[in-house]
């Protein structure tokens, strides 16, 4: 069974000389059809197709044959690159072996698609093992030198950049559409490979995994995986843009959202996350992210048509009348919802996320004020209520003034004014329809404002429990020191829980600090404004005294029914 049958593999050179040949094998040591078949694991279909010339067998399927009948593959498999050399070059017009010309190597994708096919191939190009060779597991060893699709794709580096008189142009020619694209490296040609791979796909399979790595790989914050996967995504558009299909009904963008939601099945957070992650990878390309913000604001709108709205152009938050006097003697309007994305990119663009029109109606999460005493902070709330005094006309020579809310005040426009009123809502346990809590069972992300309708407070505001924490004016002499823009970390606290906190421990009764432990600033801090009237500022400094003054009177503690004061414990 050693020796080889008299077939020459030298002489092959098209799919129906290879089919008789590997019959020829076949019939020569005794195989039925259906015996090859079970033990390469392929239907017996497809083994009859290989012998009749309809296919050309994949090299590790081709290997387990000859390996099966006892013979040297490496001449077979040499025959079987021919082949596909000679096909290919008929089918995309171009010749798939290296052809060297006046210092330029062309080379086709057709060898190379078979390989990115299989799962764990396409794995291998994402973790860089650039070898992606099946051939090398069959064997127990290292691809030889003859064999030509590894030899040359592990030696563009040398060709491109060597600085010898060897040194070549290397250009490839694609499956899809057959497009002439020059490649500069080794790790260029292979992100193009699986480029190709995915577009030539006439099912989503490929696109589906493309966007499974993506989201895996931004959940893991693997660098050097979401590096390839960038190079891949563009490789991707760069050959969409040559055959000029980026039109909506093509795949990018508009068949690439509906891809994104399919896979992430209807998660718009996951979709939101993938999404804005492509809009920075083509952040250099207005034409793509144009096209991409636009798909993306229409599916927006489609899934969530009762808050979705385009970014206004001007600050106009809905703000809600505050009038109970539990815990104020005085009357003020609440914001109806925390400031967002698209009031910070109105009054103060550089503090907001340009061009990501999908996060308009998310809570803005104040960020890059954590130095350790906290100056930057106070600085920017000053600056923020100043920036939006003058957004909105109504400074306080009007009668009105913006400011951050007290504690009481943040009490009385949550509703939560009393020890049996822990919620918003009342006393009913938080569920996700609620709040944004980190509910079990429930993956805790940022959500945007306005959707947990039936968690308003009795006043109408929202969103006061979960998604981000709020920021409050916790001591007395806090009111004081922000006139004289003294105002200090310790001064302020937080108030609702974020979309980390336990449900459990979600009461609106707590207020947390904004530094759990030294140099650990809290994270996913959003802030609520309130307007009040000028000539209530005793009375606000007043209100704040006095519900300092029963928190001792009840021994420092307002302990909600049924459980027990948490105002200090540590949450995200």
Known sequence: MGSEPASDPETIHTKAELGIALNALRVRFGFSQAQVAKEVGVAKSTVSEWFSGKRIPRPYHLVSYLQQLGVPEERWLAARARVETAHSARRYGSAIAPIHRSRLVSVGLGPWADYHDQDQNAEDILDGTLAVDVLRRARGGDPKPSDSLFAFASTIDDLVGSGTPDTAAVEVVTCYRGLTVRVESTEEFWALVAADSVLRDTKDSSRQWLINRTEKAIDAQDDTRLGRLRVVWRKVFYLLRRVRRLERGDWPPYRLVKDVNRKLKGNF????????????????????????????????????????????????????????????????????????????????????????????????????????????????????????????GLGSGEGWTWAVPTAPEWLELSGCTTDDHPYPWGTEAPTPGHANLRCQGMRPELQPSGIHRIGSSPAGVLDCCGNVHEIVIWRPGGLVREEREELALADLRLAGGSFRTRAEHGSCRKFRPLRPAPGAPRQNVGLRLIRYRAEDTERRKAALQRFHSNRRRNGGQRVPKGGTDRSTTPAS
Not at 305 to 334: H, I, M, N, Q
């Open 269 to 392: 957070l996951r979709v939101r996350r993938v999404m804005l992650w492509l809009l920075e990878v083509f952040a250099d390309d207005p034409a793509v992210t144009d096209a991409l913000h636009q798909e993306l604001d229409r599916y927006a709108a489609a899934k969530f048509p009762d808050w979705w709205k385009a970014g206004s152009e001007r600050f106009d938050p809905t703000l809600v009348s505050v009038d109970r006097r539990r815990l104020c003697d005085y009357p003020f309007w609440s914001m109806c919802l925390p400031l967002t994305v698209n009031d910070m990119a109105v009054f103060w663009p550089d503090r907001a996320a340009p061009g990501n029109s999908v996060l308009d109606n998310f809570p803005y999460v104040l960020g890059g004020q954590d130095d350790e005493r906290g100056e930057a902070l106070v600085t920017f709330l000053r600056e923020l209520v100043e920036r939006c005094r003058n957004a909105t």
